[in-house]
C-alpha cells in the first residue's frame, strides 16, 4: 500500500509539472515584442540548468503539521511571501504543501533510488512556475528528529503570466522548515 501511496503522490507532482512546462513553453502571444525579457540573448526561452546532482537523503513516514516558507521572486516579476503548511512522507517520498488566499507552494522530495529527486510548483496571482531538483532547481535538505528544513534556488526558470499566455524570466529562492 505504501507503494501505491507514494507513486500516487509523485504523479501527482508530474502531471502537476507537464501541465505547468506545456503551459509555459508556448510562446508569448502578445504581439508585443518590446518587453522582452533582458535574458533572451542566444539562451532563448531555455531554462537555466543545474550542474549540481541531487541526493535526497532518507526520509522518515510521518506527518508535518506546522511549517513556513519564505519565497522570494525576481526577475521579470518580483514578489516576496511567507507561508504556513503541512505535509506528509511516506515510503521515502515527502509531499509540503504552503499557502493562502493569493500563493500556493508545492514541493516534493523522494529518497528513492531510481525516482526522479522531486521538484516544486508556485503559482501567485501574477504567476505559475515549476522546477525539477537538479534540472532548474538546486536544493539543500536535511531532517533532524522531528524536523525538515532545507532551501532552493531556481535561476532564471519560465513563468506564465497567470490570464495570458505571456512568459516570463524569474529567479525563486526559497527557504522552508516544518515539524512534527
Known amino acids: 500500500m505504501k507503494t501505491n ?18 503551459a509555459c513553453g508556448g510562446s508569448d502571444d502578445s504581439g508585443d515584442d518590446d518587453d522582452a525579457s533582458a535574458d533572451s540573448g542566444s539562451s532563448g526561452n531555455t531554462p537555466n540548468k543545474s550542474k549540481k546532482s ?20 525576481t526577475g521579470d516579476k518580483k514578489q516576496t511571501v511567507d507561508l504556513e503548511g503541512g505535509g506528509f512522507a511516506s515510503g ?29 510548483v508556485i503559482t501567485t496571482k501574477q504567476v505559475a512556475t515549476a522546477g525539477a531538483w537538479g534540472e532548474e532547481c538546486d536544493f539543500t535538505f536535511s531532517e533532524s528528529g522531528d524536523s525538515v528544513s532545507g ?4 535561476e532564471k526558470i ?17 527557504k522552508f522548515s516544518l515539524k512534527r
Not at 513516514?61 to 519564505?70: E, Q, R, T
Open 5 to 22: 501511496f507514494r507513486a500516487s503522490l509523485l504523479f501527482v507532482l508530474v502531471v502537476a509539472l507537464l501541465a505547468l512546462g506545456a
Open 54 to 73: 541531487v541526493t535526497v537523503p532518507k526520509i522518515s513516514d510521518g506527518a508535518y503539521g506546522s511549517g513556513k516558507i519564505h519565497i522570494e521572486i
Open 92 to 120: 521515502g517520498a515527502l509531499v509540503l504543501t504552503y499557502g493562502d488566499t493569493e500563493v500556493s507552494s508545492f514541493l516534493s522530495f523522494s529518497s528513492n533510488k531510481g525516482d526522479e529527486a522531486g521538484g516544486m
Open 151 to 154: 532551501e532552493f534556488t531556481c
Open 158 to 174: 519560465e513563468a506564465l503570466e497567470v490570464g495570458s499566455a505571456k512568459s516570463h524570466r524569474i529567479t525563486v529562492k526559497a
